[in-house]
Structure formats: C-alpha cells, structure tokens
C-alpha cells in the first residue's frame, strides 16, 4: 500500500491546508498517510507550535505522526531539495515550492503549503470531510454579530516575511463601510497581532461601537474569529480558514494576496475580494 508522508509546517493556517492534502490523498487513493511533525519538536527555533491536535482530536486515529529524529532528517533531505528548485508551478503561491520525493518504493514524501481550494469534486469532497469533524468542536449554536477584520502585523514585519506585504488600514476601513451598509451588526472587533501598531481611531469613525479582541492563545483567537457572522480576512491563512471553517457568510478576502500576486492562485472563487494593494 502506497504511503504518502506530508511536512507539516508553518503556523495553524499552513497545518489546516497540509490537513487538507491529507484528506486528497485518502479520498483519491488506497493509501497510508503520514503527518511529519517532528520540525515543531526538535527545532528549537521554530516559532510555531503543531496545534492541529487541539481542534482536531481524532488527527491521530486517522493518521500516523510521525516525530523524532529520523522524521526530522527526511524533514531536513527534501527542504534541502526544495531550496535547489528553480522551477516555481505556475499554480503555486510564491514560496510555496511544493516538492514531492519518491525515496522508496510505494513511499513518498512531500513538502509544501497547498494553499489551494479548488472546485474540482476530489477538492470539494475532500473540504467537506474535513469540515464535518471540525466545526462541531469549534463553532457555537450562537454566533456573534459583530464585523471582525483580521490586521496581520506582527512577524509581517520581518525581512524574511516581507514577501507578504501589509494590508494599509484604508483598504479594509473601505471594506468594512461595505459590510455595515448591507447589515446591521453590534459591533465590530478588530484581531491583530500588534495593537500597538494600529490607528483604532479609524474605526471609530464608522459610528459602530470596536473592540481589540483580547488575544492569547492563538487556537482560542481562531475559534472566536470563526465564530462571527462576517469576517473581513488579511492576506493570512489564519483568517482564510476562520472564514473557511465559519462558513461565514459575509466573508471577503484581499484582491492581492502577496506582493504582485493576486489571491486567485488561492482558489475560493465564489469568495469575495475587496481592491487593496499591499505595502
């Protein structure tokens, strides 16, 4: 039986989508599939925790987890192959150097962030499996009635994330006066990473009462965010999901999704975009 062990990496939004190809590779073959965690265990470095466990608890009856060292030097093998791509799929994000190695028979083993959600009926099937186990665990009868914008800062601001670019306050400012002209809402609250490096006086001025969701524990900001009746996304697998995962139903993400490169390549086309460009 073939077995195809995915590298998980990258924050819960990158998890959610290795989760995804899991769910590909289930419904389009007879296969064993394995999540390589052990990044997250061994290097010390890494600035994002393996949280996937915590919204989906039954992750390790359907798959084998792999970690440890021998995980971490396979781990290490295909980044290593990947850095000395040149050639990009057109389909991909930039970055998103998705790799496959066939290192023993009926054994493969990928890389990547398949950050993409088509309308093919493997990729719907797939999505739909996957929703049903995690919406019962994150999402409430009650959902509540406020405007949430998800204002990505934080490691955004690093040189090695600079590929990303930033979302400047007018664009989404425009986007939520779109949003309350078509409903009413409570209220709105503001997700970010750095309110210390935001002008929240700027929303004040859409005469709705805003509120800086209190942060904390990044599984717990996502089910809040999942949790409102409309989301205003950043260019951020963490807010795309929270739509995703929310069903939300006013929902809109950024027209650009990195510098230069439109959010088309995410797929999702029934999702709204909203003009911005990113700084």
């Given at each position: 039986?073939?077995?195809?062990?995915?590298?998980?990496?990258?924050?819960?939004?990158?998890?959610?989508?290795?989760?995804?190809?899991?769910?590909?590779?289930?419904?389009?073959?007879?296969?064993?599939?394995?999540?390589?965690?052990?990044?997250?265990?061994?290097?010390?470095?890494?600035?994002?925790?393996?949280?996937?466990?915590?919204?989906?608890?039954?992750?390790?009856?359907?798959?084998?987890?792999?970690?440890?060292?021998?995980?971490?030097?396979?781990?290490?093998?295909?980044?290593?192959?990947?850095?000395?791509?040149?050639?990009?799929?057109?389909?991909?994000?930039?970055?998103?150097?998705?790799?496959?190695?066939?290192?023993?028979?009926?054994?493969?083993?990928?890389?990547?962030?398949?950050?993409?959600?088509?309308?093919?009926?493997?990729?719907?099937?797939?999505?739909?499996?996957?929703?049903?186990?995690?919406?019962?665990?994150?999402?409430?009868?009650?959902?509540?009635?406020?405007?949430?914008?998800?204002?990505?800062?934080?490691?955004?601001?690093?040189?090695?994330?600079?590929?990303?670019?930033?979302?400047?306050?007018?664009?989404?400012?425009?986007?939520?006066?779109?949003?309350?002209?078509?409903?009413?809402?409570?209220?709105?609250?503001?997700?970010?990473?750095?309110?210390?490096?935001i002008n929240i006086k700027k929303f004040d001025r859409?005469?709705?009462?805003?509120?800086?969701?209190?942060?904390?524990?990044?599984?717990?900001?996502?089910?809040?965010?999942?949790?409102?009746?409309?989301?205003?996304?950043?260019?951020?697998?963490?807010?795309?999901?929270?739509?995703?995962?929310?069903?939300?139903?006013?929902?809109?993400?950024?027209?650009?999704?990195?510098?230069?490169?439109?959010?088309?390549?995410?797929?999702?086309?029934?999702?709204?975009?909203?003009?911005?460009?990113?700084?």
């Amino acid at each position: 039986m073939k077995t195809h062990e995915i590298i998980v990496r990258g924050g819960l939004g990158n998890q959610l989508f290795c989760l995804l190809q899991g769910y590909r590779f289930l419904l389009e073959e007879n296969c064993n599939v394995v999540f390589n965690i052990s990044n997250y265990e061994i290097n010390k470095n890494i600035n994002r925790k393996f949280c996937l466990d915590l919204i989906y608890p039954d992750i390790k009856r359907q798959y084998k987890i792999e970690t440890g060292k021998k995980s971490f030097i396979k781990y290490l093998f295909i980044n290593s192959l990947s850095k000395l791509q040149t050639d990009v799929d057109a389909n991909n994000l930039a970055g998103d150097k998705t790799i496959k190695l066939n290192y023993l028979p009926s054994k493969f083993l990928h890389l990547g962030y398949f950050q993409h959600i088509n309308h093919r009926k493997n990729d719907q099937e797939s999505l739909s499996e996957m929703l049903s186990k995690l919406q019962p665990i994150i999402l409430k009868k009650q959902k509540v009635n406020h405007l949430a914008i998800h204002l990505r800062r934080g490691d955004y601001l690093l040189k090695k994330h600079n590929i990303h670019g930033l979302i400047p306050e007018d664009y989404l400012y425009k986007e939520a006066e779109y949003f309350l002209s078509k409903g009413n809402f409570d209220g709105i609250t503001i997700f970010t990473d750095s309110p210390n490096l935001i002008n929240i006086k700027k929303f004040d001025r859409l005469n709705v009462k805003v509120k800086i969701d209190q942060g904390g524990d990044a599984i717990e900001v996502f089910c809040r965010m999942c949790n409102h009746n409309s989301l205003i996304a950043s260019n951020s697998t963490f807010s795309l999901w929270a739509g995703i995962i929310g069903q939300i139903k006013n929902f809109s993400i950024p027209y650009y999704w990195m510098k230069g490169i439109k959010s088309d390549l995410l797929g999702l086309n029934n999702v709204r975009r909203y003009l911005c460009h990113l700084e």
